[in-house]
Every structure is written in C-alpha cells, then in structure tokens.
C-alpha cells in the first residue's frame, strides 16, 4: 500500500479494513439501483404511461364513466369503515397488551398476526363458507333476507379480516417502550380512565397511530384477492377499484384499467411520501422507524 | 413475568383492562377466528376418501407445486438481492439514497392489481421487456417465469426490511478485530458480518415466500393461468368456488394452510438452530 506522508499507516488500516474499495462500492450499488429500477420503478412508470397512451383527454373521460365513478365511491366507502374499525380494535388491543400483564399475552400477539401469513384467497373463502348460499349461516340469512356474500358487507368484512395487523403492530411495540408511569401519574392526580387516555396516551402514540392508519388504509384501498372472492363483480354495485381494474382489462380496455390504476398507484405514491415523512420527522415517536417490517 | 397462581394477571392501577381486552377479543373472533374455525371445520367434515380424491387431483397437485415452487424460487432471488439492496443502503452513503430507501416500500403501497397489470404489460410479448426476451426466443409473461417476476416484485421489501435493521446494529469493531487478524474483506464479510444477519435474512425468506404463496392479484395477469401450466393454487380456490365447489375449494385451501405452516415451522427450527450455534439474535 503506498503510505500517503500525513497519514500514518496504523490510523490509516482500521479504516480501510471495515469498508470496501471504491470501485466494489459502485458495482454493489450499480446491481441494487439497476435490479430495483426492473423490478419497482418499471412497473410504476408503466402504469402512468400506459394510463396516457391515448392523451390526457382520454385519461379524463374514462374517470366520467358511471361505472368508475361507482367502483371509486364503493373503495372510499369500504376504507371509510374498515380502517376506523381496525384503528379502534388497534388502539384497545395495544392498550390490553402493553399496558398490562396477563396469561396468553403471546398468544393473542400471534392471532393478531395470523391474517399477515393467510393467503387473501382463503381470507374471502372463509367468509363464502359462513355466509355464503351454501355456507353455515346462508339459508337462515336468506331466510331473514340478508345479504353478505355478493354485497358491500362481504366486501367491508374481508377487508377488515386482510388488514387486522397494520395499526395493532404499528402500536403495541411502542406502547410497550412507553410504560405505563405516565398515565399512573395522570390517575394518581385524578384523571378519570378516560380523560387519562385521551390526554396523556392518545398524544403520545398519535404519529405512531397515523403511521398504522396509512399502511391499513393503503392495503385496505388496493385489496384485490379477498374482495375478490366475495364481491361477485356486479358492475356499479359491488366493484372497487381493484376489481373494476381487473374487469376493464379483461375486455382490452386497456387506457380504462389503466386509468383507475393510474388513481391507485398515484395514492401508493403519497402514502410513501406520508410515511417517510413520519419516518423522517417523527422517528422518535415512532416504534416502526426503528424496527420497520 | 411471574403471577400469582390464582390470577390471570398481575395487579394495575390502570383502568380499562377487561374492556380493551374484551373488544379485542371479540373483535379478533368474530373477523378472524370464527370465519377461519369455519374453513377448519369444513375441511373436516368432508370425509378422507373424497380429501385424498380432490386432494391427488392432477390439477390441484400442479397448482399446489407451481404455487410453492416459484414462491420459493422468488423467495431464494430476493434473499440474494435484497441482502445486497440493504447492505448497500446502510454501509454507502450515495445520491439518491433516501429516494431508494423509501421507494423499497413501494409493493407494500402499490395494489396487487395494479401490479398485475403493470407487469404483464411490460413483460408480455409484445411489451418492451417480452419483446426482447422474445427475440432472444423465450417467453416471460404467461408462463412459470411471468409468476417468479411478479413475485419477486412483491416480496422484495419483506427481505430488504427485515435485515436492514439487524445490519445497522453490527458494530464495525469485530470487521477491525478481523482485519487486524489478517483476513481478507470478503472472508471478514462473509465469515463475521453475515453470520449476524442470518436469522434476520431467515424470517425475510420466511416472511416474502409466505407472501408469495398466498398472492393472487399480481400474479394472476402476468401467469396466463393456463390449468397444468401456469395456474397457482389461489387461483384454483377461486375457480373452485365459481363452480359452486365449496368443498374442492376448502381442501386446496386446507392444504395451502397446512404446508405453509408446516414451512414456517420448519424455519422457526432452524431459526432457534442457528441461534444457539451463532449465539446472537
């Protein structure tokens, strides 16, 4: 090695022995930058344009058809509930856990994941099998003329079933850091239970709430497989986005599907943003920057 | 933690246990537990015989094997990519490096459908990845290898983001220990660094071949779900139930759980195997 005459060599080793040379360093970031160009950025650049093919005018007519209009207003509707619900039973579940200790802690910790390792699939069969014509419950439900497979709330319970986690995960790891001293502190001077976790838990996990409430509604806007299985694809009436996506591609409209998709990939592109915001901002606040996935 | 033996917890001075934990119950069993007892009783009211019969189906075996196989092979891809992708993140500082970072996410945010669509375009024979392997004289999208892709996409981010973290924590004094010793940097990477980092780069495979076993809107417009060939097994279920076949439906289905399980438990083995030889997380 030639030894530069302001630097001595032992100060000089240690530095060199942890890293790798230059030339390693821009083939090892060449390959990554080049393999997630193909693999992510391609797929993205796709969808918009393929979206503009026929022009900007096309792209804005084909968001007027009725059918769209429709499968937008039952995606915003469907998130409207679902993610609210989620973000409640996140905040009751995170609270059981990392406030107190019980028996069967873990256990419950690995039921709340068990949606995360079913296949989205079998999440929509189950529901066919309870309420479904020929499921458990689906003569005493068309006997009282209720209808869940095939309708909105199929489609609303299966995507609360595919997006369990995303909030309870997000909370619990940092409600457990947090303890539990400073809501004892607010009962000690006599805030009552509620007061108590509006004021002083509620502000302290807000970031992280919001961060979970985006990675829900994120997967609870785009859900595909689950919604799939229950919705029964009537046009206008039981077609989210996604679904509607998949009907317009399988008649070769394709500037359509891709135009929905277009709206989809535009709002996975501010909920990225969003989330490194957070990430960025808030790190400390938020038990997922340091953990991630 | 240790509890008295007559209480199922031990004393708070915080309220509101009973009703957070019973909310939670209730909402986790009748979203989760009822619906999937259902899929579990069902497959067992169906009798042996008739299970074996839907089961040993040449259809459903072709689809159960390509399901897994390609999961794994995607999954095996992005244990390899996504280890460079994340050392590269965190060891070199570069322009563009937050934008990357961030962008990882991306199939965590992207719908499956749109995914799905994206990708058979592009890789079709007529779009501008498949017009090149076309003249080359393969094809991606509509066969085995068009499903590899597609979950290669969706299940890179698992990898990436289950061993960055653990890669962050390696403290650079064992690297300079090593080199002080006299190895060379790759024998100091591969012999001191990684053996960290492997039950971290486990749970990714774990994590993005769960992934890709389950995964149906991605997959679905890229495969060309031609029965035999390129139909994957979520496909099958949804098939199954469009002939009103509740029962074919439930065994794949049953299965599908079963060897997954079977697989994460494997790895959770090799998982506690490796820790106590490499004795670190």
């Given at each position: 090695m030639a030894m530069s005459d302001r630097v001595l060599p032992l100060a000089h080793t240690p530095e060199r022995a942890t890293t790798e040379t230059a030339a390693t360093k821009a083939v090892l970031i060449g390959i990554a930058v080049l393999f997630l160009a193909a693999i992510l950025f391609l797929p993205l650049v796709t969808v918009f344009m393929e979206a503009l093919r026929k022009g900007w005018g096309t792209l804005f007519e084909s968001f007027g058809d009725p059918d769209t209009l429709a499968a937008i207003r039952l995606t915003l509707l469907v998130a409207a509930i679902a993610v609210p619900f989620n973000a409640v039973v996140g905040l009751a579940a995170s609270w059981a856990i990392a406030k107190f200790e019980f028996r069967g802690k873990n256990l419950l910790l690995t039921l709340i994941d068990l949606p995360f390792s079913i296949s989205p699939v079998i999440s929509g069969l189950v529901y066919v099998l309870l309420f479904g014509a020929h499921g458990w419950l689906g003569p005493w439900l068309q006997h009282y003329n209720i209808q869940i497979i095939f309708a909105v709330p199929g489609i609303v319970l299966a995507t609360v079933l595919v997006t369990f986690p995303f909030v309870a995960r997000e909370l619990i790891p940092l409600m457990q850091s947090q303890g539990t001293s400073e809501e004892e502190t607010a009962l000690t001077l006599g805030a009552s239970g509620w007061h108590t976790f509006f004021r002083v838990t509620l502000p302290n996990v807000k970031w992280a709430l919001?961060?979970?409430?985006?990675?829900?509604?994120?997967?609870?806007?785009?859900?595909?497989?689950?919604?799939?299985?229950?919705?029964?694809?009537?046009?206008?009436?039981?077609n989210t986005m996604p679904l509607h996506i998949e009907i317009l591609y399988n008649e070769y409209n394709f500037v359509g599907a891709f135009a929905v998709a277009s709206l989809l990939a535009g709002l996975a592109l501010l909920t990225l943003l969003a989330k490194s915001f957070l990430e960025w901002r808030f790190a400390g606040e938020l038990a997922a920057a340091a953990r991630r996935h | 933690?240790?509890?008295?033996?007559?209480?199922?917890?031990?004393?708070?001075?915080?309220?509101?246990?009973?009703?957070?934990?019973?909310?939670?119950?209730?909402?986790?069993?009748?979203?989760?537990?009822?619906?999937?007892?259902?899929?579990?009783?069902?497959?067992?009211?169906?009798?042996?015989?008739?299970?074996?019969?839907?089961?040993?189906?040449?259809?459903?075996?072709?689809?159960?094997?390509?399901?897994?196989?390609?999961?794994?092979?995607?999954?095996?891809?992005?244990?390899?990519?996504?280890?460079?992708?994340?050392?590269?993140?965190?060891?070199?500082?570069?322009?563009?490096?937050?934008?990357?970072?961030?962008?990882?996410?991306?199939?965590?945010?992207?719908p499956t459908a749109v995914a799905g669509i994206s990708m058979a375009a592009i890789?079709?024979?007529?779009?501008?990845?498949?017009?090149?392997?076309?003249?080359?004289?393969?094809?991606?999208?509509?066969?085995?290898?068009?499903?590899?892709?597609?979950?290669?996409?969706?299940?890179?981010?698992?990898?990436?983001?289950?061993?960055?973290?653990?890669?962050e924590e390696v403290e650079t004094d064992i690297e300079e220990a090593s080199a002080l010793l006299g190895a060379g940097r790759l024998r100091t990477v591969f012999q001191v660094v990684l053996p960290h980092v492997h039950p971290a780069l486990l749970t990714g495979f774990a994590l993005a071949f769960a992934r890709g076993v389950g995964e149906y809107g991605s997959v679905i417009f890229i495969a060309g779900n031609i029965p035999l060939v390129s139909e994957i097994a979520p496909l099958l279920i949804v098939i199954k139930l469009e002939e009103f076949d509740y029962g074919g439906a439930t065994v794949i289905a049953a299965l599908m759980l079963a060897i997954s399980f079977a697989m994460l438990f494997l790895i959770n083995a090799i998982q506690g195997w490796s820790r106590t030889k490499y004795g670190n997380v």
């Open positions: 919001l961060y979970g409430v985006l990675l829900c509604n994120a997967r609870a806007m785009g859900e595909f497989g689950a919604v799939s299985v229950v919705s029964g694809h009537i046009r206008g009436l039981t | 933690m240790a509890f008295p033996p007559s209480s199922l917890r031990q004393p708070s001075a915080l309220p509101g246990f009973g009703l957070a934990l019973g909310f939670t119950l209730a909402a986790l069993g009748l979203i989760v537990l009822i619906p999937l007892a259902a899929l579990v009783l069902r497959a067992a009211s169906i009798g042996p015989a008739e299970f074996l019969k839907i089961a040993s189906d040449p259809r459903t075996l072709a689809a159960l094997r390509l399901s897994f196989g390609t999961a794994l092979l995607a999954a095996l891809i992005n244990t390899v990519f996504g280890l460079l992708i994340a050392w590269v993140l965190v060891r070199y500082r570069f322009p563009g490096r937050r934008m990357i970072d961030a962008a990882v996410d991306l199939p965590f945010a992207l890789y079709a024979p007529n779009g501008p990845v498949g017009a090149i392997a076309q003249s080359l004289g393969f094809k991606i999208a509509y066969t085995p290898a068009g499903i590899v892709v597609a979950l290669v996409f969706i299940g890179l981010p698992f990898v990436v983001r289950t061993v960055q973290p653990v890669l």
